[in-house]
């Protein structure tokens, strides 16, 4: 029945697929929905969530609301969009790591219970987010819809580069939605894109638009070699933490401009 649709109204559905996969947003039901290929759509999930967080920030500015509390709210609200989701792939992925015995990893992060490094890495994370985001006051909506698209193309470029570790699992799905560089090519092309908008934007802002470009590729390429690294591959929990860290460090690197 799907492939008698339209090419619009399928991009449409899987583009709605990726929202309430990736997302606790509240929508209606939709007959039909296929989650296969959601992966493929997770950088345009993330542009969404930062725009939502941008909105969001804009907002509290015409309401006078301090710096400081704009931030916390921000990434709380961040963490209610997504549910917590890569957040708690973070935690499990902190946790895994932590055990001495490679052979366990993978054991300790399918474990419910999150243990002291879980909830270590979950206080790093936001502490980072929150005081990155309070230390910069300009074109912050910009900004967060980048940091959150670089995070969701770091996870592609693992599920593309990197061989998944479970059978089955959330994360299995996803590496049968991205298999070739067509993948996720597009991804980098439009995040330059939107770090150029800045650049017409403020012609002075060129060196910041470049450090979005440079400090979000390289981080969330070498975000996701570390944890392969580690890992010898990817789970569904390191894509999530992939998404995490690489929004945090991008963040604290966009300090400096």
Excluded at 12 to 34: D, K, R
Aim: proline share 4%; charged share 10%.
């Amino acid at each position: 029945m799907t492939n008698q649709l339209p090419w619009w109204k399928k991009l449409l559905l899987n583009l709605l697929s990726s929202i309430i996969f990736y997302t606790a947003i509240p929508l209606p039901y939709v007959n039909g929905l296929e989650f296969g290929g959601v992966a493929r759509f997770a950088l345009l999930v993330g542009l969404l969530i930062g725009g939502i967080l941008g909105l969001f920030d804009t907002g509290m500015t015409y309401l006078g609301i301090p710096i400081l509390t704009r931030s916390a709210l921000v990434i709380s609200l961040e963490i209610g969009i997504t549910g917590g989701l890569h957040l708690d792939g973070a935690m499990d992925t902190a946790d895994g790591l932590a055990v001495g015995d490679p052979k366990r990893r993978l054991e300790v992060m399918a474990d419910s219970a999150t243990g002291a490094f879980g909830a270590m890495a979950a206080i790093a994370i936001v502490l980072l987010k929150t005081a990155a985001l309070t230390d910069i006051e300009g074109n912050r909506w910009l900004i967060l819809m980048v940091a959150c698209g670089w995070g969701r193309w770091g996870q592609q470029l693992a599920i593309a580069c990197y061989p998944y570790l479970k059978p089955t699992g959330k994360g299995a799905v996803h590496k049968q939605a991205i298999q070739s560089y067509k993948d996720w090519l597009p991804g980098p092309l439009l995040l330059i894109g939107l770090s150029g908008l800045l650049f017409l934007l403020d012609s002075q802002q060129m060196f910041l638009a470049l450090a979005m470009v440079i400090a979000g590729s390289a981080i969330a390429t070498v975000t996701g070699a570390w944890f392969n690294h580690k890992l010898g591959g990817h789970t569904g929990d390191t894509y999530g933490a992939v998404v995490e860290w690489t929004e945090a460090l991008f963040l604290c690197v966009l300090t400096g401009f």
